[in-house]
């Protein structure tokens, strides 16, 4: 009897455990579904997800492109470029040419994978792609600017419509994992031109027009660059530099920032003082009292645009052509100090007004000239200022130096021209023949 008992209460007890247990389980089931459609759930969810989002970011930050600032590198580039590091340029091969390029090195060793299609072809991107090494971000902008510049002015031969066309989009990618000089050198270098055809005659027309476009926008960026030759041409030969500047209206469209841009960066220990002058500030156009002229010194190349532009916005504008080139040059010779060169950067467009004070210049000019046509059609103001002070001409083709006076008869060619010294003047042949009958 008692074990029937005792048999019954456990057996009782039992289902009462299952029971119980059977609620606790239905009780968490419930729970747990619950909690994932809860606010709760939701939040770890976000907040997992960012963890996992940080977590990645710097685990494939190296393969992605990081931007940084351009900084004064944008004058060497047809346009700003975008600036990217990364661990390892990946090329996109559809449509792409890599004109090859080896570790420091500007020659371009596959030229013709790019001019044997490209009458048929029109650039979209262009990635210029180098490798930092050592890997000094701080320092970058210094230690790649003149390889950077030699290799663009090799590709722009290569195909001058890379410098005109104004839709190309510009990339300047530096490559920076590299920690050996040996792995650097493997890496791959030179420029990625992404090009889509020109399959038939209307859209080479169509190029065609947008160039014509993009010149009229440009002109000033392509004027500078073909004015660096004379730079590179003078730069041994230009010591002790006083620089003076013409910064009227006239004078925006012909490239004089990104000239002296480049003068200042590759002769900065030769260039002395700079004087900027804008036809006067007062509206005055009186001869030796237009003003207007100030001297800066500039050491740092990345403020030459600045300084032109101020100048150049505080000027009063006189429209009547004539300029105060030598009230300019006298005033800056007066000034400055310890120079052996004067360089006059001058608008071949714009007369001398103030030409009867050249009897004040005791020192040779070297004239700059900006603006030429395409006869070379060099304005007789600035002949007769080279010549009358023993100077020299210098224009993106050639540097005319043979300027002597008092040779009486003898006959100075330049261009496709020919002049004679006749007294004090410098004359066209065709104007002595004229005389003579």
Known sequence: MYSLLYFTLKAKED???????????????S?????????SFKILVILLAILIGVFTSNLFASDSLRPIKSGNIRLLFPKA???????NYALNKQNTVHLKMAYGSQKISNPRDWSSIQKDARAKQIDLVMTLYPSDIENWKEDFEDLIEQRLTNLTDLDSNLLVDCTIKWNLILQDADTTAYHAKKRDHGVFITYVDLPTPKHKNHYASVLTKCYGRNVAKIEGEKLTQIT??????????LIITDCSGSMMPYGAEVFLWHMLKYNKKNVNQFAFFNDGETGSTEVGNAGGIHMIKIKDHRKIGSSLNYVNSIGT???DGPENDLEAVIYAMDRAYNYDEVILIADNNSAIRDFKLVKQIKHPIRIVL????????IHPDYLELAFLT?????????????????????IIPIYDKKYQIIGDELVNVKEVKKMKY
């Open 31 to 39: 729970y747990r579904y619950t909690f994932l459609f809860s606010r």
């Open 370 to 377: 900006c603006g030429l046509d395409m006869e070379n059609n």
């Open 317 to 319: 504008k006189n429209f």
């Open 15 to 29: 289902r009462q455990k299952k029971d119980s247990s059977d609620s606790k389980l239905e009780f968490n089931s």
């Open 390 to 410: 023993k100077g020299s001409i210098h224009t993106v083709e050639k540097d005319i130096e043979n300027f002597m006076r008092n040779d009486q008869g003898k």
């Open 81 to 87: 470029p975008k600036v990217y590091l990364t661990q």
């Open 232 to 241: 590179k041409r003078n730069k041994e030969k230009w010591k002790k530099m």
